[in-house]
């Protein structure tokens, strides 16, 4: 079945990409499950692939979380020049601007740029 096989080949991208693209790899799972629904009879992949997906997403949820923490850590000792580089790994992990995460790292970004512009006057 077409269905299969292309479900089959996202799957494989998802894997791949894992280690250094966790959302796309996520997105690449999705596709695959979406792929496979409506088959009348699931394939073992099919639980393959809901497993992997139920992985990276903790696995992502955790990064998450370390990320948020280090940026908190990292505006109390107001070195604006370290949180942005931290702000852009943050970045990198939630490209989609529809993801909430990603909506959060856009307010922090906001917070950053205020800080910048805080020193820059300071500094005058």
């Not at 280690?19 to 639980?47: D, R, S």
């Not at 906001?110 to 800080?115: A, G, H, P």
């Amino acid at each position: 079945d077409q269905r299969l096989e292309i479900a089959r080949e996202n799957v494989l991208r998802a894997n791949t990409l894992r280690k250094t693209e966790l959302y796309k790899a996520i997105q690449f799972y999705k596709t695959a499950l979406a792929l496979m629904e409506p088959l009348p009879v699931k394939p073992p992949l099919y639980m393959e692939t809901k497993l992997s997906l139920k992985r990276a997403e903790r696995e992502l949820q955790s990064k998450w979380v370390d990320l948020r923490f280090k940026f908190k850590q990292k505006m109390e000792t107001k070195d604006a020049e370290a949180t942005a580089v931290h702000l852009r790994e943050m970045q990198s992990l939630f490209p989609d601007a529809r993801d909430w995460r990603r909506q959060v790292i856009d307010i922090y970004n906001q917070q950053i740029e205020l800080l910048l512009e805080r020193q820059a006057k300071m500094r005058r």
